[in-house]
């Protein structure tokens, strides 16, 4: 076990600075030391969020440093598997923002490596899971009380996407927490997914919005999925599972109730930062620490190979209107 976690990060974008403010601030038995990414003026200003961080090249010569006992994965997806495989050779723990890969074959490629060495090196962000609320909706299913479950409905409405969100995004970026969520709290792999578009939101310009998809379980469970990312009024994730003898949704996120005028009215936050910061808090905290003994727990690669599968299938059907089944394979015994 190393006292103070070191830990190196691989892309310093929006979600690398805010998980290195977070170790920085939040994290006392863990320490950026080094950085770096192919953008040049986000790794200086990433440098400058704590002090004695190094700026490295690149990610080849952070991971073999000696300053860093861990790396965290924040470049975009289609950069993520040749940094994991080299950190996984290095058998530095190693936290990866979703997705896992661009692709089921790279993703194929990062199990391989990881099952070679035997045990797990490699968390996934998918950072739901560390939501109190999901959390508390997963424990009420597994303590019984609502019997067994039978269907999960999830929305995931953003109120608008930057410029850069095109193509297939809503389903590749956006609804892949979704699938995480059901696989978790269905306890089940997907078996077939349909995604149907409905009439096109306006302020979407082009972009195929909202999404509908239908997706059922290996265990007959059912889940269905809206995921509309124009909706202009706030950031708004709602989620329910019936069972065979009650129900347990999501709570609002307000606060507070104003009640004025005859009406009654409370706050909707405004991003998924907002919405999910304490399971971002958690997520990374809960990382370091099993980093700190030289392991990992969480979301693992089988996930995100599973997820990127249902991805793929659910990109498909969204293009065919057909139904599309998945076959994934067994999961190798690490990951059980
Ligand atoms: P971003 O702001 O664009 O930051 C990504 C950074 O990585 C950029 O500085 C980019 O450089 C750099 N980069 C690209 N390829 C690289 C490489 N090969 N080596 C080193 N750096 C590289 O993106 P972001 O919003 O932070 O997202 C980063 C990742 O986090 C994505 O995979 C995204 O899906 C994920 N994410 C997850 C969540 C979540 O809810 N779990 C939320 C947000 C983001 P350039 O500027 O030159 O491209």
Known sequence: MVKILK????????????HIRRITDL???AVVTAVTDTNADNAKQAAR????????ETAEQLIAADNVDAVLICSWGGAHEAAILLALAAGKPIFCEKPLADSQAACQRIIEA????????????????YDPAYKAMKATIDSGKIGAPLIFHSVHR???VPDHYKGDMAISDTMVHDIDVA???????VARVRVVGAKKNTRGGGLRDPLMALIEMDNKTLASVEVSVNIDYGYDIQGEVSAEK???????TNKIIVKSQGQFSGEILADWMLRFVEAYDVEIAMWAEAAR????TGPSAWDGYAIQAVSDAAIKSADSGDVVELNIGDKPSIYV
């Open 158 to 160: 953003n109120a608008g």
């Open 7 to 18: 830990v190196g990060v691989i892309g310093t974008g929006m979600i690398g600075q805010d």
């Open 246 to 252: 009650g129900s347990v949704s999501l709570g609002e």
């Open 293 to 296: 003994h030289g392991g990992v």
């Open 27 to 29: 994290i006392p038995s």
């Open 114 to 129: 990881e099952v070679k060495l035997g045990k797990r090196l490699l968390q996934v962000g998918y950072m739901r899971r």
């Open 183 to 189: 696989r978790w709290l269905l306890d089940s792999e």
């Open 49 to 56: 969020k704590a002090a004695d961080i190094k700026i490295f």
